[in-house]
């Protein structure tokens, strides 16, 4: 059952405050701290009602969204382990500020209630193709354009690619651990029929070793050898897996099947097909980079000495940017593959930072002006 949070009652026998040294007291205080700014600006703006979908009419109520979204930001934006993250909001006590905590005995949210938060808002973005959390941020920065009268008729963007945190790997290794994560349940005896004892022996290796311990004391002659067997074995292997799992996209992009041009009293579709290995400049670039990451794609930026090669995605930043501002701040964040061009985000990110000004105050504000660099230059975006 979806509960607001209620207005936190100060006790002050229980007070943080009151348990620490005048010196520290101020210090915990201090209006121009980072955990104080964190709970006025941050965590008392955040609309709860925007998560109220993912909770049912009845039943248990739930716990304080606004503590667990903001567990989540204060992760992200210190680059926490989880451990991390649950040691400090339980016992720093400008972590217990910055999440409205303020007695001495107050505790956040389990385990379990946090990641149980973070798989309802996953699932609700996949099944409904909206971002809740987006939507949170939208609001927070709607109440903060209009408290500090923050003009948005200019803007600027600037994005930047983002390297996933993945291996890098060989053509042959990322087919290879592709193959390995689809047979790790798998009895290879079935295959018999179908594949010689080399092959089979591949497959039974894969069981038991990692794919570096098998490519280790594979020469270059081996390597090239067996990225064309592969293509064969993975397609005996591919009936026994999903339609739609990350192997079949791996022989999809990496291999072709070629008629033997040589029967010609047949027709193609009756010719016996030949698996091969694509040549390298027939992977595209959003193609699999990873097992373990398969939306991540490649692009490579640049030229020279400054080129860029990236395994990953690519972010937007779009912020206001007038000289009237005290301050600036971030109206619209996007991310996507790594092969997307910076001329990709504008028109979306001037739609979005449109609903964001637009809907602030009495005064409505449109973007007019754009600066951005040359990435985003575009006959569409002209």
């Known amino acids: ?158 994005s930047k690619l983002i390297n996933s945190n993945i291996a890098k790997s060989s053509r042959l290794h990322l087919i290879l651990e592709a193959l390995r994560v689809s047979i790790s349940c798998t009895d290879v005896a079935i295959f018999s029929n179908e594949m010689d004892k080399e092959e089979l022996d591949l497959l039974t290796a894969l069981q038991q070793k990692t794919v570096s311990n098998i490519t280790y004391s594979m020469t270059n002659a081996d390597k090239k050898r067996w990225l064309t067997k592969l293509g064969f074995i993975i397609k005996q292997v591919l009936p026994y897996c999903a339609t739609n799992s990350t192997l079949h996209r791996i022989y999809d992009e990496h291999y072709s099947e070629v008629s033997d041009s040589d029967k010609t009293n047949k027709t193609d579709q009756e010719l016996p097909k030949t698996i091969q290995a694509k040549p390298p400049k027939d992977i595209p670039s959003e193609s699999v980079q990873s097992i373990h990451d398969p939306e991540a794609t490649y692009r490579s930026k640049g030229s020279g000495n400054h080129v860029q090669k990236i395994s990953g995605y690519h972010a937007n930043i779009t912020e206001t940017c007038s000289e009237d501002n005290d301050f600036n701040l971030i109206t619209d964040v996007q991310l996507d593959t790594a092969n997307v061009s910076e001329s990709h985000f504008l028109s979306a990110s001037i739609a979005q930072s449109n609903i964001v000004l637009g809907s602030c105050n009495e005064n409505k504000q449109v973007v007019e002006h754009v600066t951005t660099d040359g990435g985003y230059d575009s006959n569409s975006n002209r």
């Open 1 to 158: 059952m979806f509960k607001k949070s209620m207005p936190t009652q100060k006790d002050i026998f229980r007070d943080l405050s009151v348990h620490l040294s005048e010196r520290k007291s101020k210090l915990l205080n201090n209006p121009l701290g980072w955990h104080t700014i964190f709970y006025e600006q941050v965590f008392k703006r955040i609309d709860e009602s925007v998560f109220s979908v993912l909770f049912e009419q009845n039943g248990r109520p739930n716990a304080s969204l606004r503590v667990l979204l903001s567990m989540m930001i204060l992760k992200e934006g210190n680059g926490w382990s989880d451990d991390q993250l649950f040691g400090n909001c339980r016992f720093d006590m400008r972590c217990m500020t910055a999440l409205g905590l303020c007695h001495i005995d107050d505790d956040i949210p389990v385990e379990s209630t946090y990641y149980e938060f973070r798989r309802r808002v996953s699932d609700y973005n996949e099944k409904h193709a909206i971002d809740l959390i987006e939507l949170s941020f939208q609001s927070v920065t709607k109440q903060q354009i209009n408290n500090y009268n923050i003009k948005g008729e200019k803007i600027r963007l600037d």
